[in-house]
């Protein structure tokens, strides 16, 4: 029980450092709508990315680990508000997704072309028995999650690092879908 205990509140400090980190990104944002992102409306300059993540590195490795891919659809609203849905196959080879009806993307930071930053926040489902203990605040395979990334993009098509809180890094690339 103590060492269960220990790693809940590892993985909570983790979870509040990342937001302690997030929270300088807010702090120039209008007042966040936050109802937009479970609206299906597409607008005309909205952005439609496919998502596709083919390699996870995780920082302490495992013998139970297994391959982690993951398939999504992302929607950037002209103002940088972000929205989506991911089907994943996590650490342990189960399926899993991960629905982000909030999050805000950072575009030319620094004032590079095509760097850019972005969040995501949502709900997590998929580390069932034995692996619920896996991610912090775990309810029945629900935990919440917020996703922090930093990437590069050109002409649409983009590459970016997913920070995976003290779990690791995934790769992943961003398709255009139409213009």
Request: hydrophobic share 40%; aromatic share 14%; glycine share 12%.
């Amino acid at each position: 029980m103590n060492r269960l205990l220990t790693s809940m509140v590892s993985r909570l400090r983790t979870g509040l450092m990342i937001a302690g980190c997030l929270l300088p990104l807010f702090s120039h944002a209008q007042a966040p709508n936050w109802s937009d992102g479970f609206s299906l409306e597409v607008k005309p300059d909205d952005r439609l990315s496919l998502m596709y993540a083919p390699y996870t590195y995780h920082y302490s490795p495992s013998d139970e680990h297994r391959y982690v891919w993951l398939v999504g659809v992302e929607r950037e609203r002209a103002d940088g508000r972000l929205s989506g849905i991911t089907y994943f196959s996590n650490s342990f080879g189960q399926p899993s997704a991960y629905i982000f009806p909030w999050g805000q993307s950072y575009r030319n930071l620094g004032g590079v072309q095509g760097l850019f930053a972005k969040w995501s926040g949502g709900l997590l489902y998929g580390y069932v028995e034995p692996y619920e203990n896996k991610v912090p605040l775990n309810v029945n395979g629900f935990s919440p999650a917020i996703i922090p990334s930093l990437g590069f993009e050109r002409n649409g098509f983009g590459a970016q690092v997913n920070f995976l809180a003290a779990a690791g890094l995934m790769l992943q690339f961003n398709i255009p879908l139409g213009r």
